[in-house]
Antibody, heavy 120, light 109 residues
Framework: QVQLQQSGPGLLKPSQTLSLTCAISGDSVSSQSATWNWIRQSPSRGLEWLGRTHFKSKWYSESAISVRGRITIIPDTSKNQFSLQLNSVTPEDTAVYYC??????????WGQGTLVTVSS | EIVLTQSPGTLSLSPGERATLSCRASQSIDTIDLAWYQQKRGQAPTLLIYGTSSRATGIPDRFSGSGSETDFTLTISRLEPEDFAVYFCQQYGGSPLYTFGQGTKLETK
């Protein structure tokens, strides 16, 4: 059974960097049949896919245009986890952030969610 | 961007009734690329249906999905008390890679 456990701070000030980690059990971040994703949910934007990392002979990362230039998703094979960094946050980045596994077309396992609030 | 529009926004039904939820795409998508999720308050979404009509592991057979091209449907044949939740459709492909509908809230009448 795959489990994803999220960790990271929930309160940030504008311009700071959001950092969250997703620890994987029951699968490997290096799996060549899965991708590792970050998704957020807010009342104003709904569910929004942010980006992913995956390994297929080498490491790949893709991100949504809405956050491109501010987002980094980093795999950590030594700890079997992956991380999200989102720079220069504003109040519009306030949301519940989820990590999730995808086997191509859909998300079959999700983390528990982390409410991140950006406020001065 | 492929936009998914769900209707109705809220559906009020009673246990035992049949629920029909709609998801319309702004352009044609492959059936393999359409999924449905259930989300209960305070929880992460749970995968219900993938590939338009295949039930995820452990999902009861009262849940079914159908559709093609731009019109997709999630049907719950006989509502159980635990089915009252918010339902989202999701598609894969294009840019951004994944998009979600805005959700349909299924509430008790």
């Amino acid at each position: 059974q795959v489990q994803l456990q999220q960790s990271g701070p929930g309160l940030l000030k504008p311009s700071q960097t959001l950092s969250l980690t997703c620890a994987i059990s029951g699968d490997s971040v290096s799996s060549q049949s899965a991708t590792w994703n970050w998704i957020r949910q807010s009342p104003s934007r709904g569910l929004e896919w942010l980006g992913r990392t995956h390994f297929k002979s080498k490491w790949y990362s893709e991100s949504a245009i809405s956050v491109r230039g501010r987002i980094t998703i980093i795999p950590d094979t030594s700890k079997n986890q992956f991380s999200l960094q989102l720079n220069s946050v504003t109040p519009e980045d306030t949301a519940v952030y989820y990590c999730a596994r995808a086997q191509v077309e859909n998300f079959d396992y999700w983390g528990q969610g982390t409410l991140v609030t950006v406020s001065s | 961007e492929i936009v998914l529009t769900q209707s109705p926004g809220t559906l009020s039904l009673s246990p035992g009734e049949r629920a029909t939820l709609s998801c319309r795409a702004s352009q044609s998508i492959d059936t393999i690329d359409l999924a449905w999720y259930q989300q209960k308050r305070g929880q992460a979404p749970t995968l219900l249906i993938y590939g338009t009509s295949s039930r995820a592991t452990g999902i009861p057979d009262r849940f079914s999905g159908s559709g093609s091209e731009t019109d997709f449907t999630l049907t719950i044949s006989r509502l159980e008390p635990e089915d009252f939740a918010v339902y989202f459709c999701q598609q894969y492909g294009g840019s951004p890679l994944y998009t979600f509908g805005q959700g349909t809230k299924l509430e008790t009448k």
